[in-house]
């Protein structure tokens, strides 16, 4: 069975960067979505973006489009988000998730990693 395990996290300040990998192992690297969502405290969990196996299509939530870009290497069978610009709303646990039939619903999850934007 597929593991997906998430990297890159940490503490920035407003208006830096980070860039969060996630590294697929135990399966074929063949999910059609390859996505992030984040969880903030206190709130549920929410999309934040995707990108499509075959034609590199992505999607993103309105409130990082524009500040984050979703970019995946099935050789390394790997998927990154390199969030720019960021803010303090940005703070949350970051989850690579994969799945086959609706982006909004994956069906495997990684265990998360804490991105945490400071004032």
């Known amino acids: 069975q597929v593991q997906l395990v998430e990297s890159g996290g940490g503490s920035v300040q407003t208006g830096g960067s980070l860039r969060l990998s996630c590294a697929a192992s135990?399966?074929?690297?063949?999910?059609?979505?390859m996505e992030w969502f984040r969880q903030a405290p206190g709130k549920e969990r929410e999309f934040v973006a995707a990108?499509?196996?075959?034609?590199?299509?992505?999607y993103y939530a309105d409130s990082v489009k524009g500040r984050f870009t979703i970019s995946r290497d099935n050789a390394k069978n790997s998927v990154y988000l390199q969030m720019d610009s960021l803010k303090p709303e940005d703070t949350a646990v970051y989850y690579c998730?994969?799945?086959?039939?609706?982006?909004?619903?994956?069906?495997?999850w990684g265990q998360g990693t804490q991105v945490t934007v400071s004032s």
């Open positions: 998730a994969g799945g086959n039939n609706n982006k909004y619903r994956p069906d495997t």
């Open positions: 135990g399966g074929s690297f063949s999910f059609y979505y």
């Open positions: 990108t499509i196996r075959y034609t590199g299509s992505t």
